[in-house]
């Protein structure tokens, strides 16, 4: 079945650089990919996602970038504000009901 | 529009034990996600419906738990007996159709089997 790695585990950055998330997948017949907000306590909640005839995809300060070929897709933060911390899942999706496999999630923390 | 309801929000029990949790999913979604998400990791997935038939439960332990969906909206799914591993969040999610459309979580129901 799909694999899904996220790197690296924790990333901290301060107020107002960019955070760039990475994600692997194993199967190359994967074609859809989300990328989910959990704050501590909450349920996860869609952020931005793309699919596989796309290699980019941006919602204002939201990017993400998708390399079929090396089997891996970036979530892109720029200007980054203290309610971004959060943990960030990546996800593929496989087959024509696009099951989710999760990766184990980043926390991210931006410092004031 | 209403979001997807759980419930109970958390739940206590000793191994052995069983337990039910219940889902209503957004109104008109035909998909329903039953998801598993132990400390510290991804959300795994249970079981999908799509209606009241299952299209994929390859990762449910059958020899404990079961689901269903019996007129195609809200879902109900059970653990018996509980294990000591079993101690989760429980993540209920629809989608209008499946297929790579949008997966809206409810908030979940915290398990702790002791």
């Known amino acids: 079945g799909e694999n899904v790695e996220q790197h690296p585990s924790t990333l901290s950055v301060q107020e107002g650089d960019s955070a760039v998330i990475k994600c692997t997948y194993s199967?190359?017949?994967?074609?859809?990919f989300p990328w989910y907000k959990q704050e501590l306590g909450k349920r996860p909640q869609l952020i931005i996602d793309?699919?596989?005839?796309?290699g980019e995809k941006k919602d204002q300060r939201i990017a993400v970038t998708l390399n079929k070929t090396a089997k891996h897709f970036s979530l892109h933060i720029t200007e980054t504000q203290p309610e971004d911390s959060a943990v960030y899942f990546c996800?593929?999706?496989?087959?024509?009901?696009?099951?989710?496999?999760f990766g184990k999630g980043i926390t991210l923390s931006v410092r004031p | 529009e209403a979001g997807v309801a759980q419930s109970p929000r958390y739940k206590i029990i000793e191994k052995r034990q069983s337990v039910a949790f219940w889902c209503n999913p957004i109104?008109?979604?035909?998909?329903l996600y039953w998801y598993q998400q132990i400390l510290g990791q991804g959300p795994k997935l249970l079981i999908q419906?799509?209606?009241?038939?299952?299209?994929?439960d390859s990762q449910l332990p059958k020899d404990r738990f079961s689901a269903e969906r019996l007129k195609g909206v809200d879902s109900t799914l059970k653990i018996q007996p509980a294990k000591l591993e079993d101690s989760a969040v429980y993540l209920c999610?629809?989608?209008?159709?499946?297929?790579?459309?949008?997966?809206?979580f409810g908030p979940g129901t915290r398990l702790l089997v002791l």
């Open positions: 996800a593929a999706g496989t087959g024509a009901n696009s099951k989710l496999t």
């Open positions: 419906f799509q209606n009241n038939g299952v299209v994929d």
């Open positions: 793309i699919r596989s005839n796309v």
């Open positions: 199967d190359s017949a994967s074609n859809y």
């Open positions: 999610a629809s989608s209008l159709n499946g297929g790579g459309e949008t997966q809206y």
């Open positions: 109104s008109g979604h035909a998909t």
